[in-house]
Antibody
Framework: VQLVESGGGLVQPGKSLKLSCSASGFTFSSYGMHWIRQAPGKGLDWVAYISSSSGTVYADAVKGRFTISRDNAKNTLYLQLNSLKSEDTAIYYC?????????????????WGQGVMVTVSS | DIQMTQSPASLSASLGETVTIECRASEDIYSNLAWYQQKPGNSPQLLIYDANSLADGVPSRFSGSGSGTQYSLKINSLQSEDVASYFCQQYNNYPPWTFGGGTKLELK
């Protein structure tokens, strides 16, 4: 299993950015996927989830501003970040939800990417 | 939302020592708890799920226990490669899936 994020960078407040997570080593279309972020020197915050059938849920802090999506043909997960704020500055990780045949299913993050840094600053 | 509180926030221990990290939930989470290890400069890795089940490849010196609102992660015979931050995460009531604030483990 490999997850590789890309698309991060420095962006001004109010602007947009789109993150990608390229997946390999497993049947991407069969797994729910999450985005989780970590502000510099801080803890982990769950951001968004997309099911294998593309149902989505979001953390309150990003609802209406961020959009999670997936392209199963390209084995790629996306996160569109709009109306960015300074408090969105963080490393963004994509993470795979566990297999559905387990008790914990998609609720446990069994593989993580290396993360991509998003810095929101003027 | 379920709040997860970890203690201590930081911990210094010697090689070979036994270390215990605590995690308290704001309500009963029925053992729907995972632990993650994040080594410096790396992404988190799954250690334990369902409160006490070791993920694949995790050394047996790691163990998890607890029930209700109180859970713990124990590391027996601390090794240098265990220097990391540790996070608990609940999955009983979601969204949101919530994490503890983390425990930073260093060598004494």
């Amino acid at each position: 299993v490999q997850l590789v994020e890309s698309g991060g960078g420095l962006v001004q407040p109010g602007k947009s950015l789109k993150l990608s997570c390229s997946a390999s080593g497993f049947t991407f279309s069969s797994y729910g996927m999450h985005w989780i972020r970590q502000a510099p020197g801080k803890g982990l915050d769950w951001v968004a989830y997309i099911s294998s059938s593309s149902g989505t849920v979001y953390a309150d802090a990003v609802k209406g501003r961020f959009t999670i999506s997936r392209d199963n043909a390209k084995n790629t997960l996306y996160l569109q970040l709009n109306s960015l704020k300074s408090e969105d500055t963080a490393i963004y990780y994509c993470a795979r939800g566990g297999p559905l045949y387990t008790y914990y299913g998609y609720n446990v993050f069994d593989y993580w990417g290396q993360g991509v840094m998003v810095t929101v600053s003027s | 939302d379920i709040q997860m509180t970890q203690s201590p926030a930081s911990l210094s221990a010697s090689l070979g020592e036994t270390v215990t990290i605590e995690c308290r939930a704001s309500e009963d989470i029925y053992s729907n708890l995972a632990w993650y290890q994040q080594k410096p400069g790396n992404s988190p890795q799954l250690l334990i799920y369902d409160a006490n089940s070791l993920a694949d490849g995790v050394p047996s010196r790691f163990s998890g226990s607890g029930s209700g609102t109180q859970y713990s992660l124990k590391i027996n015979s601390l090794q240098s490669e265990d220097v990391a931050s540790y996070f608990c995460q609940q999955y009983n009531n979601y969204p949101p899936w919530t994490f503890g604030g983390g425990t930073k483990l260093e060598l004494k």
